[in-house]
């Protein structure tokens, strides 16, 4: 047991209250997060002379960033994020009262160079919502993890039908696997797809003053431990669209597609012969369970 949670981020909270949690949660989720993501300068393949570098003053285009709860990529050229990776449990998704909820604005980034920024501006009179790439109802062990989440470099352009209908769909039921009693990893991306396979070409929306890019699509995968070694995954892709959809199974997909699409290596710490159920579909070479991690959960369309 002791072997895999290395690479899988276990993010656990103790079971003896919610301080002890709290404490253990944001010490492993710090110590761990190397365990499934490289170094920035390992993940941005940005190795050169610190002389040289500190002369030229040579930066990426992107912002690595590790926040208390989670922790993301930030595109300069988009001014959104490529992907954000978080770790949740019971305690962190669980209703909380001692934490401010206010309607809360989203909050610059100064930890991003001014002119890369994105601002509440960029989103006014557009017909696109503040959506959230790690939802703050995942972020409910602190108030300040719980804000952390209204952080512009984690908010992106959504139609509003899609941002309450298919991703909120699937966002209830990651929590749900998570009250559970599951330790459940998670990631979540933009990307920037033809709208069509046959299509050579990408098109998409600039909005606001600050020309942020609109993702034509957007993925999400989730994964937890089952057994000693084995883990249940779901990975899809999603067409932007100001549809209000629910049916989860008809954006299933496999974590290749997700990699191939977004250059992102996905959970990369769980081999393909470690994952028993993918989307709900025993892989080869795997024993069946009892129920599949769809009929455990109650069941999703």
Partial sequence: MTGNLKKFLPYTAGAVGLVAGMLYAQFNYKKKI????????????????????????????????????YSLLYNHKTKTADWAFECITKESVSPNTGIEKKKRKVIPDDTVPSYFQSSAEDFRNTGYSKGHLVPAANQQLTSNLYKETFILTNIV?????F?????????DYIRKLAMEGKTVGVYCGSLYLPSK??????????????????????????????EDGKYDMIAYIFPHENKKIKNLKL????????????????????????????????????????????????GIN
């Fill in 251 to 298: 954006f299933e997909v496999d974590r290749e597609k997700i990699c191939k699409d977004s250059g992102l290596r996905l959970f990369y710490g769980i081999k393909d012969t470690e994952i028993r159920y993918l989307n709900g579909k025993l892989m080869k070479n795997q024993e069946p369970s009892e129920t599949s991690p769809r009929q455990r959960s109650g």
């Fill in 157 to 161: 352009p959504m139609y509003d039908k």
């Fill in 163 to 171: 941002n309450s209908g298919i991703w909120k769909t699937l966002e």
């Fill in 197 to 226: 396979d046959s299509d050579n070409f990408v098109r998409y929306d600039l909005i606001g003053p600050h020309k942020i890019a609109v993702p034509t699509h957007f993925f999400k995968s989730a994964a937890w431990e089952v």
């Fill in 34 to 69: 190397s365990a499934i993501l490289p170094s920035c300068d390992e993940y941005l393949g940005f190795h050169i002379n610190p002389d040289i570098g500190n002369k030229f003053g040579i930066l990426p285009a992107t912002t690595f960033k590790t926040m208390e709860g």
